[in-house]
């Protein structure tokens, strides 16, 4: 059965740093792309950063918004992919989801069409 099953989020002051991790069972995990994507009151759900896979090589992207604070990694053996967030800001306060797309979204990774998956959230809140 196909699951993702995200943890790790909580509170956390301006500066400080959350690992959030995501449990992937059945064929999520084996899927082309995992992404993190966040969505805060009254926002939309935005993307924050996937990871790919092709001619087995493993491609991470990130939003502008994110890079050089945040580090998507992950572990084949635990079939679990993490962010690292450090530098955490008041304006990272969200649910954290991750999603997998079986094959190539149609119109990229940063967009929520093409992700088949999703987990249930954790929420992330960073105080000023």
């Known amino acids: 059965q196909e699951r993702l099953v995200e943890s790790g989020g909580g509170s956390v002051q301006a500066g400080g740093s959350l690992r959030v991790s995501c449990a992937a069972s059945?064929?999520?995990?084996?899927?082309?792309?995992m992404g993190w994507f966040r969505q805060a009151p009254g926002k939309e759900r935005e993307w924050v950063a996937a990871t790919t896979r092709s001619d087995g090589n493993t491609y991470t992207y990130y939003a502008g918004s994110v890079k050089g604070r945040f580090t998507m990694s992950r572990d084949n053996g635990k079939n679990t992919v993490y962010l690292q967030m450090n530098s955490l800001k008041p304006d990272d306060t969200a649910v954290y989801y991750c999603?997998?797309?079986?094959?190539?979204?149609?119109?990229?990774?940063?967009?929520?069409?093409?992700?088949?998956?999703w987990g249930q959230g954790t929420q992330v809140t960073v105080s000023s």
């Open positions: 999603a997998a797309a079986l094959a190539r979204p149609p119109d990229g990774v940063w967009t929520l069409r093409g992700y088949d998956y």
């Open positions: 059945g064929r999520t995990f084996s899927s082309y792309a």
